[in-house]
């Protein structure tokens, strides 16, 4: 059975969600040892925190990750440097799981223009996330049992989460 690992990167923490098949067997919030700095070291400790999540006596077939996206104008959030320092991770992590393939995808590619709650939502069912605010709101995407997988996630972190499943869900067309 393929293994698929889907990340939302991040410096202090990424979001991670393993497939085996087609299902959702792991989502998980991994936080980076590393506490300051957005250095070499730190995105490498990162990408080892997220490789150490998987089991190595199953190999990952494929590792599946947000790539930052720079956006122009009013849309634009933030340092734009910042977003070197995801693909750092990205490219740390993608190099330490030595899967068969690697792919990658902008976040307009998954999700569009989709606000963030909303897409949450879609990934997880609203009556996982109570967000009833955004009409109207699909059906969720993941069962029940997988939705066992998505609980006890850090105070604020859980979108992070949704972000790698929705990665997932959207590369094995479930999205």
């Not at 959702?24 to 980076?32: D, F, Q, S, T």
């Not at 790539?67 to 190099?95: E, F, H, N």
């Not at 990934?123 to 009833?132: F, I, L, T």
């Amino acid at each position: 059975m393929s293994r698929l690992l889907a990340v939302d990167p991040g410096i202090r923490g990424c979001g991670v969600a393993l497939f085996e098949g087609r299902t959702l067997c792991l989502a998980k919030y991994v936080e980076n040892p590393i506490r300051r700095g957005d250095d070499l070291e730190a995105q490498l400790a990162m990408a080892h925190a997220v490789w150490a999540l998987s089991d190595h006596r199953t190999p990952v077939d494929l590792v599946v990750v947000e790539w930052p996206q720079v956006y122009q104008g009013s849309k634009q959030k933030g340092d734009p440097r910042d977003l070197l320092t995801l693909a750092g991770v990205d490219a740390a992590i993608c190099c330490m799981v030595l899967a068969v393939a690697r792919t990658r995808y902008l976040p307009a590619e998954w999700k569009g223009q989709v606000p963030g709650d909303l897409m949450c939502c879609r990934v997880v069912g609203c009556e996982a996330m109570a967000c009833k605010k955004h009409a109207p709101v699909l059906p969720g995407k993941l069962s029940s049992t997988e939705l066992l997988c998505c609980q006890h996630q850090p105070q604020g972190k859980f979108h992070n989460v949704a972000d790698a499943i929705g990665i997932g869900l959207k590369h094995l067309g479930r999205l």
